[in-house]
């Protein structure tokens, strides 16, 4: 006996794909949507139960991570009333591969401009990561609102920049405080000191050594950066196209020098922090330094240390040291094979 089946009565089941794009939409137009409700619940609730979040500023005016709902909950249930984050989109296609969703995202809060990336395992957020990049009412000159840098017409007082530049050097820490100190000239010191520049904030950046870019000039001679070349950029100045991938320390320490120059960074090479301390009823810190031999008294609103985690040498004590007679030397003071040949 033979069956037969019309297909004019058999319903036709179509499968929808929904594409990466879509789930992250709807995803990102949900957690909008009950960010802007208050619902912290519901706002967890889109979370994988295994699932992280890392704030840079934007949301905890801090550097911190929390960890599953729980933790998601407690910091929107501090945070979310002033930060009122709105306009979630993506800023570029999504793409999805071995389950996961990834998308690069930004928005707003009531005081900043903020990227992320989310990435979602089904329709769960798994780790999203929020950074504010810049303030309302603070942004940098930079884009459409770089400086003309012509001024046309007549002006018998008219300054040049080179003129203005020296001026600039001359009083910054004698007739005129800076609002930063920033203490460490290696890459971090640097780029922050680039950031207030463009801002407009009145920064110094105080190193010992006589360059910048000694810190990495000083090392080992077959050092170069462990990260590739593309984790590695400066605000502003990325590296060239044709940079090594692992890029050797004094190509490094040269390009610490160019970028300070012509980012025009107001930096102290030969200059050491010798005390610092705060003052509560002025709101002030009184930073005493000394610049190449001469003694000064800087007086910032704000002090940022930024030597760096490796920046004091950790030394070891081991039984015996004193006695050993062969060459003892912390990793930062090797001086590389060529000493030790044969």
């Known amino acids: ?54 704030d840079l500023v934007s949301f905890t005016w801090n550097i911190k991570t929390v960890e599953g709902r729980e933790q998601i909950a407690d910091m929107l249930s501090e945070r979310l009333d002033d930060t009122d984050p709105s306009g979630f989109r993506t800023t570029e296609t999504p793409d999805e591969a071995d389950g996961v969703t990834s998308a690069w995202i930004e928005f707003e809060t009531a005081t900043g401009r903020a990227h992320g990336h989310l990435r979602l395992k089904g329709d769960e957020g798994w780790t999203l990561l929020t950074s504010l990049q810049e303030l309302k009412g603070y942004e940098e000159g930079k884009g459409t609102r770089r400086p003309r840098g012509a001024k046309h017409g007549a002006d018998p007082n008219r300054i040049t920049w080179a003129e203005q530049k020296e001026i600039e050097d001359r009083e910054l820490g004698y007739t005129t405080q800076p609002y930063v100190v920033i203490v460490g000239g290696g890459q971090g010191g640097i780029a922050l ?65 160019m970028y300070t120059k012509v980012m025009e960074v107001p930096y102290w090479s030969s ?27 800087l007086r910032p609103k704000q002090l940022v240390m930024a030597t760096g985690m490796s920046g004091k040498a ?14 003892q030397h912390h990793s930062s003071k090797h001086p590389g094979p060529d000493q030790y040949v044969g």
């Open 271 to 297: 200059t050491t922090c010798t005390s610092a301390s705060f003052d509560e009823k002025t709101q002030e810190w009184t930073v005493e330094v000394n610049r190449n031999g001469e003694k000064l008294t």
């Open 193 to 257: 000191g680039a950031r207030m520049r463009q801002l407009g904030v009145p920064a110094i950046v105080i190193d010992s050594h006589e360059r910048p870019g000694d810190q990495w000039r000083g090392r080992y001679k077959s050092l170069c950066l462990h990260d590739p070349v593309w984790y590695d950029h400066l605000p502003y100045m990325p590296f060239p196209d044709n940079w090594p991938v692992f890029a050797p320390k004094d190509k490094i320490g040269d390009w610490l020098e």
């Open 314 to 327: 950790n030394v070891p004590t081991f039984p015996g040291q004193d006695k050993f007679l062969g060459d």
């Open 1 to 54: 006996m033979t069956q037969t089946i019309d297909s004019a009565v058999t319903p036709e089941v179509k499968l929808t794909a929904v594409t990466p794009q879509e789930r992250v939409d709807a995803w990102l137009a949900d957690f909008e949507s009950a960010l802007a409700a208050r619902d912290i619940e519901r706002v967890a609730g889109k979370f994988a139960l295994d699932s992280f979040w890392r």
